[in-house]
């Protein structure tokens, strides 16, 4: 029992792996050319937006329109908001003004908003103290100090504004 002929099965194997090889190349070569038009184009839309927004001179502040409705003194909530001439509107974090004014407890509400070309607007809503309560308290080096605290209609407890006589709102007693 001799064979005489052998099938060569080698000559499809070689197809199979340059065809293998092949598309393995092909996938490689789609996926790093979408990995980088995606970089390309984050990148481009980065710098895009900052030359065109994020330091365009036409978006700078050039006003700041500050109103309340109360006794604080608009350069006081200008202070207190952490904004200045000359940033850029489209910058500033609106979330970050308003959370910084409130943190105050003389204020009850603000409300914050961008007009377009260079105007920012803040308006606020203050609290109206309806009661003064005097807490004594240790003073330090011995003896005792009386603490003044207004409290308004809801509760809510604050310290008195030093406010100039021409803008008092209210006058406890």
Do not use: C
């Not at 499809?12 to 980088?36: C, E, N, P, W």
């Amino acid at each position: 029992f001799t064979r005489e002929h052998v099938l060569d099965v080698k000559l499809r194997s070689d197809k199979a792996r340059s065809a293998r090889t092949r598309m393995i190349a092909l996938s490689l070569g789609v996926v790093f050319t979408l990995v980088a038009a995606v970089f390309v184009l984050f990148k481009g839309s980065q710098w895009a937006l900052n030359e065109m927004v994020y330091s365009n001179p036409a978006f700078q502040i050039r006003q700041l329109d500050v109103q309340t409705d109360g006794i604080i003194l608009p350069e006081q909530l200008t202070r207190w908001s952490g904004v200045r001439l000359g940033e850029n509107l489209m910058e500033v974090d609106l979330t970050r003004v308003k959370r910084e004014l409130e943190l105050n407890p003389a204020i009850q509400s603000v409300s914050v908003e961008r007009i377009l070309p260079g105007t920012l607007r803040i308006r606020v809503s203050e609290r109206e103290p309806t009661a003064q309560v005097n807490v004594p308290r240790p003073r330090q080096g011995g003896g005792i100090e009386i603490g003044v605290y207004h409290l308004d209609a809801d509760g809510y407890v604050m310290l008195p504004l030093d406010a100039p006589d021409d803008r008092i709102g209210f006058i406890l007693r």
